[in-house]
């Protein structure tokens, strides 16, 4: 269903508008900007759904998207990227697992990432985001935090246009 943002081309205006509503989740948008690595806006939308903290399936996800930001930092060859993303990105996960929080600050060390065994397998950024993106998809569909947000809330097409134009 369109709502009169949309139906004026006020994408922008849509997507803030979820967001700060938390009441419709957007997952063609979230998606879109997953496959565009834009992993800022991705957070910023994400937070007007569920904190980071809110249970392991939002923890999880605030996780994997630092953790492909941090890779994809490596990849490019940007250290000081990726060890400032270790520092207060990725930081705040290591009380829950410390072994790992450990074994992504070696990758920093390695001359390419992939030589550690657990990412042998990581092809390229594109290929990366495809795979981090089935598994988000996965974890807001089971995350209660998003339970009844996924749809969006039948209304009367062009209700508020029609209000407008009396």
Same mark, same amino acid.
């Given at each position: 269903?369109?709502?009169f943002?949309?139906?004026?081309?006020?994408?922008?205006?849509?997507?803030?508008?979820?967001?700060?509503?938390g009441?419709?989740?957007? @997952?063609?948008?979230?998606?879109?900007?997953?496959?565009?690595g834009?992993?800022?806006?991705?957070?910023?939308?994400? @937070?007007?759904?569920?904190?980071?903290?809110d249970?392991?399936y939002?923890?999880?996800?605030?996780?994997?998207?630092?953790?492909?930001?941090f890779?994809?930092?490596l990849?490019?060859?940007?250290?000081?990227?990726?060890?400032?993303? @270790?520092?207060?990105?990725?930081?705040?996960?290591?009380?829950?697992?410390?072994?790992?929080?450990q074994?992504?600050?070696?990758?920093?060390?390695?001359?390419?990432?992939?030589?550690?065994?657990? @990412?042998?397998?990581?092809?390229?950024?594109?290929?990366?985001?495809?795979?981090?993106?089935?598994?988000?998809?996965?974890?807001?569909?089971?995350?209660?935090?998003?339970?009844?947000?996924?749809?969006?809330?039948?209304?009367?097409?062009?209700?508020?246009?029609?209000?407008?134009?009396?």
């Open positions: 269903e369109n709502v943002l949309d139906e004026e081309g006020l994408q922008k205006s849509v997507h803030l508008l979820e967001s700060e509503s009441y419709f989740f957007n @997952l063609k948008y979230f998606e879109e900007h997953i496959l565009q834009k992993w800022d806006e991705v957070e910023s939308y994400l @937070l007007g759904f569920t904190g980071v903290n249970n392991r939002s923890m999880k996800i605030f996780f994997e998207i630092r953790k492909q930001k890779l994809e930092a990849d490019s060859g940007d250290r000081h990227l990726a060890v400032d993303i @270790l520092a207060k990105d990725l930081k705040s996960f290591r009380s829950n697992n410390e072994d790992l929080y074994e992504l600050a070696t990758l920093v060390t390695l001359d390419n990432f992939r030589e550690n065994d657990k @990412l042998s397998n990581y092809s390229d950024t594109k290929s990366a985001r495809q795979v981090i993106l089935w598994e988000l998809m996965k974890l807001v569909e089971a995350n209660p935090a998003f339970r009844d947000k996924l749809q969006f809330p039948q209304l009367k097409i062009s209700r508020l246009r029609t209000l407008i134009n009396q």
